[in-house]
């Protein structure tokens, strides 16, 4: 089980506000805004965090949404706010018969996911 994850930016405050609004659906808050920007979900847990730094590349995460209406909502934000959409939301039977997502990436090009993993 991960505890959390880090990642870097060149450009902290253009990922910052990327983040803030893709991740508000699925329950995602800014809560430390210092030099390490961190973010929580309503159980109050830190688990994502955003530094300054040379970007990775490659890698590929997702976000756990509450349904598909908080999939749908998060993936339509991330091109409204400086990110790349790639994969429209839908099911991914392949994977599971509930498997809903989506796929953007990142204002530093990153792969980044919004999945629900409950019925319709």
Request: hydrophobic share 40%.
């Amino acid at each position: 089980m991960l505890d959390h994850l880090e990642i870097r930016t060149r450009r902290l405050d253009d990922c910052v506000a990327f983040y803030r609004q893709v991740l508000e659906p699925t329950g995602y808050r800014l809560v430390v805004d210092g030099p390490k920007k961190g973010f929580g979900s309503n159980g109050g847990r830190l688990d994502f965090w955003i530094v300054e730094g040379e970007p990775s590349i490659d890698v590929h995460y997702a976000f756990l949404a509450a349904d598909r209406a908080a999939v749908d909502r998060a993936y339509v934000r991330s091109g409204q706010h400086g990110g790349v959409q790639e994969r429209a939301p839908a099911v991914l039977p392949q994977i599971h018969p509930h498997y809903y997502a989506g796929f953007a990436h990142d204002p530093d090009g990153r792969l980044i996911e919004f999945v629900s993993h409950v019925p319709v």
